[in-house]
């Protein structure tokens, strides 16, 4: 099988059912709505690099957490991270930001995907001052994700990350050589574990079948990471504010207001939302 094997999701779960259609097309899955996904991330890391990189840690620790199941089996099931949509945008944007922050003379080659995915484009970083790591975790689609960036992905559930367990398989984004920071960990070397600066999850919280579900799993995130970053193709979930989580003014950079308009709160590129939390815990 290859390709999603048909355009519609909904088509795909209701004729293979979701669980079936997912070992179908497990090497092979893409994010229909992939370059959505992609001109929303390159907003957002602006933006934050723009408030928050003067301040950021030398290297800072994203944990991409995505989803495809259905609410039905979601809890129990799976996180789907699809085929690293969302690792391969983080590592283009710091690519473009790394050549970006060259000087003139240093710029001999094009930086990879070149090509304007925004109207802003990132930011000049230089590769010594500032690195990123990432993680991943899919036990489904996690052949397309090696195959497609080159990547470890770790097989855990929401149940999984509920209970306390986070991945640890980081590795480097903007860089040929790919660092598994994991191996040191696996070769007996102790290494201290320190917060997330950043959780990604990409069209998966919607899909959580039960506020009590979504709450256990959200208190447990908010104390694990700085930052929640949701991408979906509407609103939901609403992520209340005793959940651990305050909803960011992106525009603005500040706390959102309780019933404050979404007008420039969130991020939207082709009915792709994308909405930012800071953690309270």
């Avoid at 945008?89 to 240093?106: F, K, P, Q, V």
Wanted: aromatic content about 10%.
């Amino acid at each position: 099988m290859s390709g999603n094997l048909s355009h519609s999701m909904r088509d795909n779960y209701n004729t293979h059912g979701v669980e079936n259609y997912y070992n179908l097309v497990s090497s092979s899955y893409r994010n229909p709505h992939f370059m959505a996904v992609k001109r929303c991330l390159y907003e957002w890391m602006n933006a934050w690099w723009k408030a928050e990189g003067s301040a950021a840690p030398r290297t800072i620790r994203i944990l991409d957490l995505a989803c495809g199941t259905s609410a039905q089996r979601l809890y129990s099931v799976s996180l789907l991270l699809g085929s690293g949509e969302v690792t391969e945008a983080l590592d283009n944007w710091l690519r473009t930001a790394y050549y970006n922050g060259m000087e003139i003379s240093e710029q001999t080659s094009q930086p990879i995907h070149r090509r304007k995915l925004w109207q802003q484009s990132p930011p000049g970083i230089r590769k010594s001052e500032f690195t990123m790591e990432i993680c991943a975790s899919d036990p489904f689609t996690s052949p397309a994700y090696e195959a497609r960036v080159k990547r470890k992905c770790a097989t855990l559930s929401f149940q999984d990350i509920a209970n306390g367990s986070i991945p640890d398989c980081f590795s480097t984004l903007g860089d040929d050589i790919i660092r598994e920071t994991s191996e040191a960990i696996e070769h007996g070397e102790q290494t201290e574990q320190r917060p997330l600066d950043m959780i990604i999850c990409s069209f998966a919280l919607h899909l959580v079948e039960t506020p009590s579900q979504l709450f256990g799993l959200l208190w447990e995130l908010s104390q694990k990471a700085r930052w929640l970053v949701v991408i979906a193709p509407h609103k939901k979930p609403e992520i209340k504010y005793g959940w651990g989580w305050q909803q960011w003014d992106i525009g603005s950079w500040t706390r959102a207001e309780h019933g404050q308009s979404r007008a420039g709160i969130e991020i939207l590129q082709h009915r792709v939302h994308l909405r930012a939390f800071r953690s309270l815990n």
